[in-house]
């Protein structure tokens, strides 16, 4: 079981990073745990430090941890949380999405990952299918930046080259993304947006295609570079983390709201 | 009770409108009920017959109407769902929103008024709290258009003057809009981003924020057009109603997918 | 010389197109004048009719007409202006483009084509450089749909094929798009975003990038559908032909603007 | 004459930020020159310094310096350059824009202040009128923040309250904002989209509405806070300032391209 009590004391700058990790593959095909032998979620952690380095404080929970891992505890001491599933996403539960859910709309940041794009928690925030087309028979894949004073593209080469991956493929159904930093291209000619930001509530979001269980795309550098960017980037500047709220202003009053106190002649809404 | 059948017979060109009303404030509360004493759904729907007369064919449907209205045979013939709720969002049932929302990815379009803002729907389709700020003192609202080559923009003034209104103020807690079309000043000084573009998966949406249950906002010719043009734009152009789609595409195989057979091992996702 | 004249009589719904062309490679390189014997802008123009059939109006000028065929007087009764230049366009007069920037600030629709891409009036428009990598190397380019409910998408094939093109990519210096609806791959492993939407002042822009002189791509079918849609789209749903005003307005005064008389004392802003 | 030398040794994090006034209102009109006695361009620097300390080194320069002090040396070591014209937009030289106009797509930041909207070099990069409505009678104006994670948001009360000023409203006739951060409100009603950001080239560009010769808009705390986090946001990233280029990239090679020489025969674009 991994471990997923914070450090007590961190310097104020310092990011709380968690990395949650399914670790499903990696207990069940051979193959994948050869790649990624401490699990994935332990990989994407070093390439996060070895890119922050003590500017981040990063652990590591996955799905069979109790709750997933993911507590109102640790997330409440959590500022950006990396997500990586792809198999069992139907076995997190939705008390849990909807842990995270508000943790996000609060102000936690929020890193999804390549098969991250169909869990319960990025579809719940982007309101879509997150359908899109794929294939995993080795196609070199083109990280293309289109955005190229956004810091998350800071410190890679344009284009990166993964020299084999899994395809995934337009018409990938998400909003519009806030951002489009990345597009990448296929061996196989498809295309997809690769790298894309959107603002939920209080919450900053970064979508980073690249990265399978099958391929060792977590060891690539330049990969871990665009994670670490991201990281930094989804940290909240907001001084508290609390949710969006719907308050009753009267004339005049700019800064302190009711509650709502129901729809229905007393409030008048 | 309303009536959800559709016409028969109705012209290629003609968009296939249904008006979902909650018809709760015009039960409970006579003030309501004097300002629109056929239900608000109904003076919304007449607001778009009168602007596009021949060209739409208007019904309407109501919360509690067996499965509120909202069948899959009747979905199934509307081209654009126009949405007004309030005091009972609670009680739509969360397994007829799934259904409308499956319906909006596939490509109808839906118009979202005023309160709908806090609807089950809207919130699944936006992925966020939804919430303002907001009072309801007989406020002036001025909606100014900031984009005004937009369709949804035409045959209004700039600015439009509704002289008694629920205020609505920022922060909205909304996805950045795909368009924005409109946004709105109180007398009180609050500004509201009041006409707004989503589009998800294969249905596009416009929220337009104007309307209230204690002010005659939908009998207002300009907020009519609006709502009005607001159909015509949403009503999609894709020859059939068919959601995006998860499928895998071998190499130099760009037009037909498999379908998905699971993630681990045999599907190799 | 071609024929800048405009039909007189023509139906309220006809959209006035007139397709700018260079006319410069034909002259001097056989091989392209083989392609296109009458003129790249004559092919243009004819994949728009077959489109558009009577709905749709459609001229040609080119560059060696008095005033580049850009005549107030044409502009004026232009809905929407096809442009495609490339060897030329430092011979396109500054007076011309200045002429051609107010029309379409003040609602002219504009299809940039191909190598259009840095044309003064397209760089004006930006305010980027819109440089890109290129190749001519009969590269094969896919076409991929990333915006599927937009009206430009509608009609071809997901993806479109182009057998042989020359190669466009990124990184394309131009501003975000309005909306990114096309995204391109080549065969060299290239992406670029290949059909994206502009809204500047009164105007609509659609920037479209597949189409050269050394391939006979305005032969083909779901390239002329898609630029006939552009046209269709960028035509201005305003009433009048005016370019956007800076005007004082007094205090409770929203409709009626002054002239700005001079910043200094007696104007005040 | 104010000092253009740039400091020989600042620590690598400063942030080396010039602004640029016109300073014609203050030599011209007593009740000016009494709000801001050093010039607008000293008030607007010592807010700056005010907020970001030691992480910035500020110096002014004005529209009188030869060549408006903006020579290729200064801007070669500028990383931020702020803007406040008004009266004089027109005695600035093309050639000098033009210069500012390449730094800004190589890399340097660019904020643009109030009047600045209609400067030469704003609408070169904007490609449209920047037109507006105004009004200068003692609006009061509330800033609304509809971005609230965004880091020009931070620190400032939603929302922040300026007791008098010139009004500024919609429509704004600029491209729509690839962020927009705040929105004003007036007490005569209109709107404005105050705080937007957008980048060009490498350049990264915030215009903040606020501020104005007749009215002491840049002592308020809230409006220095703003521009200090408008200028720590649009510096850029970059290891190196550069413009974007045109390049041919053969077959297979991603990194090294070749300089374009001419559209005709030899080049092939």
Same mark, same amino acid.
């Given at each position: 079981?991994?471990?997923?009590?914070?450090?007590?004391?961190?310097?104020?700058?310092?990011?709380?990073?968690?990395?949650?990790?399914?670790?499903?593959?990696?207990?069940?095909?051979?193959?994948?745990?050869?790649?990624?032998?401490?699990?994935? =979620?332990?990989? #994407?952690? /070093?390439?996060? !430090?070895?890119?922050?380095?003590?500017?981040?404080?990063? $652990?590591?929970?996955? &799905?069979?941890?109790?709750?997933?891992?993911?507590?109102?505890?640790?997330?409440?001491?959590?500022?950006?949380?990396?997500?990586?599933?792809?198999?069992?996403?139907?076995?997190?539960?939705?008390?849990?999405?909807?842990?995270?859910?508000?943790?996000?709309?609060?102000?936690?940041?929020?890193?999804?990952?390549?098969?991250?794009?169909?869990?319960?928690?990025?579809?719940?925030?982007?309101?879509?299918?997150?359908?899109?087309?794929?294939?995993?028979?080795?196609?070199?894949?083109?990280?293309?930046?289109?955005?190229?004073?956004?810091?998350?593209?800071?410190?890679?080469? =344009?284009?990166? #080259?993964? /020299?084999?991956? !899994?395809?995934?493929?337009?018409?990938?159904?998400?909003? $519009?993304?806030?951002? &489009?930093?990345?597009?990448?291209?296929?061996?196989?000619?498809?295309?997809?947006?690769?790298?894309?930001?959107?603002?939920?509530?209080?919450?900053?979001?970064?979508?980073?295609?690249?990265?399978?269980?099958?391929?060792?795309?977590?060891?690539?550098?330049?990969?871990?570079?665009?994670?670490?960017?991201?990281?930094?980037?989804?940290?909240?500047?907001?001084?508290?983390?609390?949710?969006?709220?719907?308050?009753?202003?009267?004339?005049?009053?700019?800064?302190?709201?009711?509650?709502?106190?129901?729809?229905?002649?007393?409030?008048?809404?």
């Amino acid at each position: 079981m991994t471990h997923a009590t914070q450090p007590h004391l961190i310097g104020a700058d310092t990011i709380r990073v968690v990395v949650w990790g399914e670790n499903r593959h990696e207990q069940l095909e051979p193959e994948v745990a050869e790649i990624y032998p401490q699990g994935m =979620h332990t990989t #994407i952690k /070093e390439g996060i !430090e070895e890119n922050l380095k003590d500017h981040a404080s990063v $652990t590591t929970v996955t &799905l069979d941890d109790p709750e997933h891992g993911l507590t109102e505890e640790l997330l409440g001491n959590t500022d950006v949380l990396v997500w990586w599933g792809h198999a069992a996403h139907e076995e997190v539960t939705d008390h849990v999405v909807e842990r995270v859910h508000q943790h996000v709309l609060s102000g936690m940041g929020l890193v999804v990952l390549h098969s991250g794009h169909w869990s319960k928690i990025f579809r719940k925030l982007m309101g879509t299918s997150c359908t899109l087309r794929w294939r995993s028979e080795n196609d070199r894949e083109l990280i293309w930046t289109v955005n190229p004073t956004h810091p998350i593209a800071q410190g890679v080469p =344009h284009p990166m #080259i993964v /020299e084999a991956q !899994e395809m995934y493929g337009e018409h990938f159904d998400i909003p $519009t993304p806030d951002e &489009l930093i990345f597009i990448s291209s296929f061996s196989g000619g498809e295309v997809f947006r690769s790298g894309c930001t959107f603002r939920r509530g209080h919450g900053k979001i970064f979508y980073f295609s690249p990265g399978d269980q099958e391929y060792p795309v977590y060891h690539h550098s330049d990969i871990r570079r665009v994670i670490a960017n991201g990281v930094q980037w989804a940290r909240s500047d907001l001084p508290t983390r609390a949710a969006p709220t719907l308050l009753r202003y009267e004339t005049g009053e700019f800064f302190n709201g009711h509650d709502y106190d129901g729809p229905l002649k007393t409030s008048g809404q």
